[in-house]
């Protein structure tokens, strides 16, 4: 069965500190790979997704990064945080070939930036 | 562009009476549609989903919802609410294949009275 993780869980950041958040999908191959950032009392934002290795769409401009540098590996980055970064992150992957349009979500990583 | 309106952002119900949770959304083809529910500093989970055929679709812990395309509509429905299904619960409209990009609305939260 498919299983997706994510890490850190929790995290308390100073502003202007690096972010580096990851995600792993286990049990699939080529899947499509997901970023959404959820603000408190707010709704999902897709933030970035990937359709495969090496290929990152941004769907916000902002001040954070994505990379895949690996098919079921996916990751969140930022060079200097800044207050406005805080939230909750999720990881979410997809069936690249299907057309279930299913999405499947990792536990969520919390940011606190101070 | 694709949107979900979720009108209300708080619902309170007693145990055992009938839910009904509101979604309007708003796409140019045929959408495929979703329902999430997330729990406290959880990820999201499926409840169902509709992508053709039946209008009334039937999902996981006894919800259902009815697409109405002449309203735009897709509301879940639960005869029978129990106090676990208080959570937060989010519609989403995406497209087919490229449904990774899914659009979700703002969600609405379910407290269950005793």
């Known amino acids: 069965s498919q299983t997706i993780h994510q890490w850190p869980a929790t995290l308390v950041q100073p502003v202007g500190s690096p972010l580096s958040l990851e995600c792993t999908v286990e049990?699939?191959?080529?899947?499509?790979l997901y970023w959404y950032r959820q603000a408190a009392g707010r709704g999902l934002q897709l933030l970035f997704y990937s359709v495969g290795i090496g290929q990152i769409s941004s769907e916000v401009p902002q001040n954070l990064s994505a990379s895949r540098p690996q098919d079921r590996q996916f990751i969140l980055s930022s060079k200097k945080l800044l207050l406005s970064d805080s939230g909750f992150y999720l990881c979410a992957w997809m069936l690249g070939t299907g057309v279930s349009g299913e999405l499947f979500f990792g536990e969520g990583s919390r940011l606190t930036v101070l | 562009a694709q949107s979900v309106t979720q009108p209300d952002i708080h619902i309170t119900v007693s145990e055992g009476a009938s839910l009904e949770l509101r979604c309007n959304y708003s796409y140019g083809a045929t959408p495929y549609l979703f329902w999430y529910v997330q729990s406290p500093g959880q990820g999201l989970q499926l409840l169902l989903k509709y992508f053709s055929g039946d209008t009334l679709v039937q999902g996981i812990k006894g919800f259902e919802a009815e697409f109405k395309r002449s309203q735009s509509s897709f509301n879940l429905r639960k005869p029978s609410v129990h106090w676990s299904d208080a959570a937060e619960y989010f519609c989403?409209?995406?497209?087919?294949?490229?449904?990774?990009?899914?659009?979700f609305g703002d969600g609405t939260t379910l407290t269950v009275k005793p």
């Open positions: 989403a409209v995406g497209a087919g294949a490229n449904a990774g990009k899914s659009t």
């Open positions: 049990g699939t191959s080529n899947p499509n």
